[in-house]
């Protein structure tokens, strides 16, 4: 029997994980099936069994591919010009980009499921805290640039950031027709207070201000 090649078994694993986002988004976890992801992926039981074993695990692998994808963006972003160009395109993936009813419905429901299952609990804990780091990389570069004030604490910071796009998730879950423009526009505006060279890459004269100890070291 000819050896099945590793891409063509993460094309599959993806086959399964989006099936099962795709039902899960629809119907919520508990209410979800192994058959229905079966169905909706147009696989036998047999051929979804092979690489996970329980619904549990989809949502492990959901959550794990899920993260790492969002680090790699994050870091991808680091090399493309100053700090205020990488926060601007976050943005406008992250924030402007929040449109489809269905991913946010999941997100609403991978948060409820950590309440009740610890291994979901984990893999979510474990995939905010990748994403977190990513940021803060990015906040801490800014500051070795002299872009962005030392006494900004980049953990503190990159949470605010994470925040921010988790509420508006909840918010376009409330709110299907609400205009993400405007929340993103004003985002911009609150990341702009926070660079020391206006965004054009030569360190500005003006003298810092003292901040809040919450936003110190």
């Given at each position: 029997?000819?050896k099945?090649?590793?891409?063509?078994?993460?094309?599959?694993?993806?086959q399964?994980?989006?099936?099962?986002a795709?039902?899960?988004?629809?119907?919520?976890?508990h209410?979800?099936?192994?058959?229905?992801?079966?169905?909706?992926?147009?696989?036998?039981?047999?051929?979804?069994y092979?690489?996970?074993?329980?619904?549990?695990?989809?949502?492990?692998?959901?959550?794990?591919?899920?993260?790492?994808?969002?680090?790699?963006?994050?870091?991808d972003?680091?090399?493309?010009?100053?700090?205020?160009?990488?926060?601007?395109?976050?943005?406008?993936?992250?924030?402007?980009g929040?449109?489809?009813?269905?991913?946010?419905?999941?997100?609403?429901?991978?948060?409820g499921?950590?309440r009740?299952?610890?291994?979901?609990?984990?893999?979510?804990?474990e995939?905010?805290?990748?994403?977190?780091?990513?940021l803060?990389?990015?906040?801490?570069?800014?500051?070795?640039?002299?872009?962005?004030?030392?006494?900004?604490?980049?953990?503190?910071?990159?949470?605010?950031?994470?925040?921010?796009?988790?509420?508006l998730?909840?918010?376009?879950?409330?709110?299907?027709?609400?205009?993400?423009?405007?929340?993103?526009?004003?985002?911009?505006?609150?990341?702009?207070?926070?660079?020391?060279?206006?965004?054009?890459?030569?360190?500005?004269?003006?003298?810092?201000?003292?901040?809040?100890?919450?936003?110190?070291?």
């Amino acid at each position: 029997m000819p050896k099945v090649q590793p891409e063509y078994l993460e094309l599959r694993r993806k086959q399964i994980v989006d099936a099962a986002a795709a039902c899960f988004a629809r119907s919520g976890f508990h209410q979800t099936t192994m058959q229905d992801i079966c169905t909706e992926a147009d696989l036998s039981p047999g051929a979804v069994y092979r690489y996970f074993r329980s619904k549990e695990e989809i949502i492990q692998a959901m959550c794990l591919r899920g993260h790492e994808e969002d680090a790699e963006t994050i870091h991808d972003l680091m090399n493309r010009g100053s700090t205020h160009e990488v926060m601007d395109e976050l943005v406008h993936l992250y924030l402007e980009g929040v449109s489809d009813h269905e991913h946010c419905a999941l997100s609403i429901e991978l948060l409820g499921e950590t309440r009740r299952d610890p291994v979901v609990l984990e893999s979510v804990r474990e995939g905010l805290a990748t994403t977190k780091t990513a940021l803060a990389d990015i906040i801490r570069r800014a500051q070795e640039r002299g872009e962005m004030s030392r006494d900004l604490n980049a953990d503190a910071l990159s949470q605010v950031m994470m925040g921010l796009y988790q509420g508006l998730i909840w918010q376009k879950v409330v709110e299907p027709d609400m205009d993400v423009m405007p929340y993103a526009q004003m985002v911009k505006t609150l990341f702009s207070s926070l660079y020391l060279d206006n965004g054009n890459g030569n360190a500005s004269a003006r003298k810092e201000v003292a901040l809040p100890s919450v936003m110190q070291h």
